[in-house]
C-alpha cells in the first residue's frame, strides 16, 4: 500500500478536482478521465462496468446525453470525434460510482487512486461548505447594512425634529 503521501504527490487533488464535472446537479467524473487515473483503457474501464451492472444503478453511474456529451465537447472536455475521440456518450460516475470502480477493477493502483479520489469528493465537500458559511455570513452582513442605510435614509428625510424644551434656568428670549 503506498503511503498518503506519495499517494498526494502522485495524484495531485488539484488536478482530480479539474476531472470533477457537474452535471444533472451531481459532481461525476468521466469514464476517460477515471480510466487514465487508474492507468487502464477506457474500453476495459466500460468492459468492467457492463459486467457488474448490478454494481453501477443509475445513482452510481449513467451515461452522458448527447446533448451533454456536445456540451462537454464544445467546453473541450472531451476531444472531438475524426480524431480518434469517442463514438459514443461518455459514461459519467458519482462519488459512489468512483468507489464502485475501485471494487471491480481490483489493482493495488486502482485502490490506491480510489483513495486519492475520495479524498477530493471530501475537500472539495469541506471547501463547498465554508464557502456556504461565509456566504450567509455575508448575507448577514448585507442585511445589517441595508438597515443601517435605510435608518440613516429615513433621518436625512424626515423633518426637522421638535424642539425640546430647555431644562433648567430659562432667560426670556433663549427659545
Known sequence: MMPMAETDTLLPIERIASQI???RDQKVMLDSDLAALYGVMTGRLNEQVKRNQRRFPEDFAFRLTREEFGALMSQNA???RGRGGRRKPPWAFTEQGVAMLSSVLRSDRAADVNVAIMRTFVRLRQVLASNEKLARKVAQHDRQIEALF????????SPD??????IG?????DD
Open 21 to 23: 464535472y457537474l452535471i
Open 78 to 80: 472531451i476531444s472531438n
Open 150 to 157: 435605510e435608518h440613516v435614509k429615513t433621518l436625512l428625510t
Open 161 to 166: 425634529p421638535p424642539k425640546k424644551p430647555l
Open 169 to 173: 434656568f430659562v432667560r426670556p428670549g
